[in-house]
């Protein structure tokens, strides 16, 4: 299957899981009885590989397939479409711009908590090689992405899948 056809698939088949999410079934609104918020299509290949394009250098250089299967590791932990689980990490929407240790109904270390910046390229690529030694004390098992093309190519990834929008 192409890559785009792939990516349709996968883009329809969140989009379906997204929108019965927390539904009254009787008059469509959520749990608070607030009307839905209006449905949000998902980007589709043309619209990410433009996104792809207006990133700065490296990220614009990415592999956006290779950044998909590097991410396989990280799908275990975190959830990337809007209003997705948190699950063992907090789910990934919006993480960009993101005050670190703030994402809702996730109980992040202390070490997360008083981190005192927000997540960017930079810092995500740092977090991305080590965790452990980026910021010591915080939970997250995971041992790091040591190659660094790998860690361009998820950052790119995650810029395409998660709301990122480009400043200006």
Request: aromatic share 8%; glycine share 8%.
């Amino acid at each position: 299957m192409r890559l785009s056809a792939r990516l349709a698939a996968l883009a329809c088949l969140a989009a379906l899981a997204v929108a019965g999410c927390g539904q009254n079934e009787q008059d469509g609104a959520d749990a608070t009885g607030s009307p839905p918020a209006p449905a949000r299509s998902a980007p589709t290949e043309a619209e990410k590989l433009a996104l792809l394009a207006s990133l700065p250098a490296p990220y614009s250089e990415a592999d956006l397939e290779n950044g998909r299967r590097v991410f396989a590791r990280c799908r275990s932990c975190h959830t990337l479409p809007e209003g997705a689980p948190n699950m063992t990490g907090p789910n990934l929407w919006g993480v960009f711009g993101r005050t670190a240790g703030t994402h809702p109904d996730y109980n992040y270390s202390t070490a997360l908590k008083s981190a005192g910046f927000a997540w960017d390229a930079e810092r995500l690529n740092e977090w991305l090689a080590n965790p452990r030694t980026f910021l010591p004390g915080n939970k997250m098992s995971f041992a790091g992405i040591p190659d660094e093309t790998d860690r361009r190519d998820v950052i790119a990834y995650l810029k395409t899948e998660t709301g990122y929008a480009p400043e200006g």
